[in-house]
């Protein structure tokens, strides 16, 4: 079981950073892969990144290439998002996801465990 809480969204201007964390709760964190994916509003959730259990892979969504970097600290059981050169439509919910068994995935339907998702507004 692995329960997820993301954190760290909020308002900033387009140009912007933000870092969003996901704390996972678990033994089963560290041999999970994880992912990140967003929501905005009338649209369907979409894949952002994903990284592997060990963080020696990663795969980035052409929308956020270059600009995001997703990463993981398994001593401390959380998984980040870095976020730089913010747009205005990159404004969605974020959301975290764990898959327990498999290498990451873009597949929202791989993944066994969510959070309940923390908003990014990006003002123009």
């Known amino acids: 079981q692995v329960q997820l809480v993301e954190s760290g969204g909020g308002l900033v201007q387009a140009g912007g950073s933000l870092r969003l964390d996901c704390a996972a709760s678990?033994?089963?964190?560290?041999?999970?892969?994880m992912g990140w994916f967003r929501q905005a509003p009338g649209k369907e959730r979409e894949f952002v990144a994903t990284?592997?259990?060990?963080?020696?892979?990663?795969d980035y969504a052409d929308s956020v290439k270059g600009r995001f970097t997703i990463s993981r600290d398994n001593a401390k059981n959380t998984v980040y998002l870095q976020m730089n050169s913010l747009k205005p439509e990159d404004t969605a919910v974020y959301y975290c996801?764990?898959?327990?068994?498999?290498?990451?995935?873009?597949?929202?339907?791989?993944?066994?465990?969510w959070g309940q998702g923390t908003q990014v507004t990006v003002s123009s």
């Open positions: 990284i592997t259990w060990s963080g020696g892979s990663t």
């Open positions: 996801a764990a898959r327990r068994y498999g290498r990451g995935s873009r597949a929202l339907n791989d993944y066994d465990y």
């Open positions: 678990g033994r089963a964190f560290s041999t999970a892969a």
